[in-house]
């Protein structure tokens, strides 16, 4: 069970994240490398493009984007009134606009967008085929979708502490959900930092997915999808509220044992190695 893939808990988790994002996840885990990387597939080819970065969180996958394109074309969307506040200290992120909204239900109607991304959010999504159809729809025809998340660790210890923490799929996952959602030409290419060694394919750090909406209008899956599983705005039972506050405390210790864990046996595979070679 993915204690941190829900709304309420991942709100609460970059509550506290949020203080300390910019300095400690964002050069471990999302490096400025990876950001070039996994933004040369958008096709970020003009200034005028209109884009929305989805689960934008403090800014950092933004200033990337507004390397290319003119901020007053970009949207940042999160959940998180925190992390988006703390986007306000980023320079060159004035005038770029910022939305409270949520992945799953996209606050735009069809076709509004000619780029579409979205990094280190899907993982918080309890239905990313819902979020990847939500990013079908909201791009026009010709529009390119750019999700980034992490891939199922190799590891089986890792890989329990990843699968309690929050959503780590496969990489085969990935471009399924995209070519599920309509996507034509989809692309899948692995990102890592520095510091992780790992021997791609199975052991694979992280992906960035993209594909192309090669016709106006909603994904072939809308009909199918029907409602979200959760709503932010529904009121919770004292019972509800508590099973939130024990998922979220769980959870969060299963992200903070992760961390380390998959660091040190990345090291001891990567020693290892060294020694056989």
């Known amino acids: 069970m993915r ?16 203080m300390g994002y910019d300095d400690w996840v964002n050069p471990l885990f999302w490096t400025e490398r990876m950001r070039t990387e996994a933004l040369a597939l958008a096709r970020l080819s003009a200034r005028e493009l209109e884009t929305l970065d989805a689960g934008a ?4 996958t933004t200033a990337g984007i507004v390397e ?3 901020p007053a074309r970009v949207t940042m969307l999160d959940q998180s009134p925190h992390q988006l506040a703390r986007s306000q200290r980023r320079p060159g992120l004035t005038g770029v606009k910022r939305m409270l ?3 799953e239900r996209l606050p735009f109607g069809a076709d509004a967008f000619d780029r579409y991304v979205s990094a280190g959010s899907i993982e918080y999504w309890p239905e990313p085929q819902r979020g990847i159809a939500e990013a079908y729809r909201v791009l026009r025809e010709g529009g390119v979708g750019l999700v980034i998340g992490p891939v199922r660790p190799a590891h089986p210890v890792a890989r329990r502490l990843a699968e309690a923490w929050m959503l780590f799929p496969a990489a085969e996952e990935y471009r399924a959900w995209f070519e599920r959602a ?3 030409g989809v692309e899948v ?3 890592a930092p520095d510091w992780y060694r790992g021997r791609g394919g199975r052991d694979a750090y992280a992906v960035a997915v993209c594909g192309v909406k090669p016709a106006a209008g909603a994904s072939p899956l809308a009909a199918a999808l029907g409602e979200p599983s959760e709503d932010l705005a529904a009121p919770l039972t004292l019972r509800e509220r508590a099973r939130v506050a024990g998922r979220f405390a769980a959870g969060s210790a299963a992200g903070a044992a992760f961390v380390p864990i998959a660091a040190a ?3 001891r595979a990567r020693l290892a190695g060294r020694r056989g070679g």
């Open 3 to 18: 204690l941190i893939q829900h709304k309420r808990e991942a709100w609460w988790f970059y509550r506290f994240l949020s």
């Open 57 to 60: 969180g403090t800014g950092f």
């Open 68 to 70: 290319h394109v003119d």
């Open 101 to 103: 909204g949520d992945a």
């Open 182 to 184: 309509g996507f034509a």
């Open 189 to 191: 290419r692995e990102i």
């Open 265 to 267: 046996l990345t090291l």
